[in-house]
């Protein structure tokens, strides 16, 4: 995406301005090999590398000059880098290794210990189960890790005269392609709070070294952290070569985690505001100037995530659009997602709200037939055709929806008022209304690009061309932006 973005100023001679520009839309296959589900991230690299080449031409056409690029992506997923080079990529996060990780770290540290230590709602994916599984992480960190300390000029890996220390260790995903561009391997903050290894409520991000030697990773092989707004680099001379731009062109730290970069450009217009960040995951929950810790939090599977400028999302994780998407993928290419959910509007009584949260949803595998097992053992109908099953996973996400949305506000004492949905699900009408419905409240949906919406956002504060606190981010959204409101009925 190429963004722009202005405040504007009071003559309202210069309006504001917020705009993307999609310069590339690219598939994201996951591959599966004899081991495990991986991601194919040299081909990202090279999808990723190609857009970018296609905005810095694009920009030029129009005589715009590049400011900044700032990368945000999923959570919670690594590789492993030695001496520059990734030696282990990214495993999907729906890789089932990862259980393994679950029951090594809970008897070192019991769940709830774990929970009052870094917030994080129990997902068996979390960066430190993760970890826990990976005989690559232990083999390597037994031959030995090259470690600078914090100094993060000493994570600058210069090829040309063979130091190569900033490339060694674990990176996150979207650190990975900050790496790639600027050769500085770091951990951007929001991301990095959902490694499981960052305590909730300090207000400086740190790496929590006492429960990382519990657990058995070194802390030696994790980056130092940034905080979104902060520079992590400029490019490297083959990458500035590469994509035609200069290489004082900076790379910046925003909301990493796709998530905290969604949350920034959402719309909440009054207090008690909930958001649905719905794309492949359906996140739902409220901001929060600091974390919920208490036991009722941890029981509701409620997760603490650092947010852009010291905030908190306090949310659960919703299965999301994956159940839809993957039906859709295990019928073939016979339906289109639009045409179905327009027929599945029609459908009368014939459908079931199920658990859509039920873990046996997780792994990729023959969705038609798991949705059918949990519509069985809730008790309702089976769904005969596609149209019964879309909207049975519909009105089973919107339950999910508004009951996670009451939660939080329960858990923070703010009654709810409002549910914006930002991302890709704000152009389901029926799931939008269907929200409202089940929440009793208004849904307001969109922007559908929030994600890219908020990593400019904060790469514009960054360069200067806008000022302020997310407020007023959020208010150059409500400006610029339009959105729908579903009313409940
Ligand atoms: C959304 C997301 C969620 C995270 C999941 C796995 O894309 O980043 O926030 O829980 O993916 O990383």
Redesign the pocket.
């Known amino acids: 995406m190429l963004g722009r973005a202005y405040s504007g100023d009071d003559s309202g001679e210069n309006p504001p301005v917020l705009e993307l520009d999609e310069i590339a839309r690219f598939a994201n296959e996951p591959v599966r090999r004899a081991d495990g589900l991986h991601w194919n991230v040299a081909a990202l690299r090279e999808a990723v590398l190609d857009g970018l080449a296609d905005a810095a031409a694009s920009a030029a056409r129009r005589g715009e000059r590049i400011a900044s690029i700032g990368i945000d ?5 690594y590789g492993l880098l030695r001496h520059g080079e990734l030696v282990a990529g990214p495993r999907h ?1 729906r890789d089932a290794r990862h259980e393994a990780g679950v029951d090594a770290v809970h008897r070192l540290v019991p769940f709830p210990e774990l929970y009052a230590r870094n917030g994080l709602q129990f ?1 068996p ?1 979390n960066t430190l189960y993760q970890f826990a599984a990976d005989p690559d992480l232990r083999e390597y960190a037994a031959s030995g890790i090259e470690h600078d300390g914090d100094d993060l000029d000493a994570h600058r890996s210069d090829v040309s005269d063979g130091d190569h220390r900033g490339g060694d260790g674990i990176v996150l995903v979207p650190d990975l392609f900050a790496y790639w561009l600027t050769g500085v391997r770091v951990a951007e903050e929001t991301n990095a709070s ?1 490694t499981g290894l960052v305590p909730a409520g300090e207000p400086e991000p740190r790496w929590d070294a006492e429960l990382a030697e519990r657990v058995g990773v070194p802390a030696g092989i994790l980056p130092p952290i940034v905080r979104p707004g902060s520079l992590i680099g400029t490019l490297t001379p083959e990458i500035a070569t590469r994509l035609d731009l200069p290489e004082s062109t900076p790379v910046v730290a925003v909301g990493s ?3 905290a970069s969604a949350v920034v450009a959402t719309p909440f217009a009054v207090p008690g505001s909930a958001f649905v ?1 719905c ?3 359906g ?1 739902v929950g409220v901001e929060s100037p600091r974390p919920v810790l208490t036991a009722e939090a941890r029981d509701a599977g409620f997760t603490n ?1 650092r947010g852009v400028d010291g905030t908190t999302r306090l949310l659960h ?1 919703v299965m999301g659009l994956w159940v839809l998407n993957e039906c859709v993928r295990a019928w073939g290419e016979v339906t289109d997602l639009p045409t179905l959910l327009t027929a599945a509007a029609r459908v009368d009584t014939r459908f079931t709200v199920f658990d859509i949260d039920d873990p046996r949803l997780m792994p990729q595998g023959d969705m038609p037939a798991r949705v059918a097992q949990l519509c069985a053992e809730a008790g309702g109908a089976v769904p005969a055709t596609h149209t019964e099953f879309v909207r049975s996973i519909v009105e089973s996400l919107a339950e999910a929806f508004a009951r996670a949305a009451a939660r939080a506000s329960t858990l923070t004492g703010v009654p709810l008022g409002t549910i914006n949905l930002v991302g890709g699900g704000a152009r389901n009408a029926l799931l939008c209304q269907a929200t409202a419905d089940r929440a009793g409240v208004p849904v307001v949906a969109g922007p559908v690009e929030a994600t890219a919406l908020g990593n400019v956002l904060v790469q514009a504060r960054t360069a200067g061309a806008i000022g302020g606190i997310l407020g007023d981010l959020r208010r150059l959204v409500i400006a610029t932006q339009p959105t729908t409101r579903y009313e409940p009925r």
């Open positions: 992506a999923w959570a919670v997923d996060y997902l994916f959902t985690h796709d998530t960040s794309g492949t995951w996140l995530e994780n």
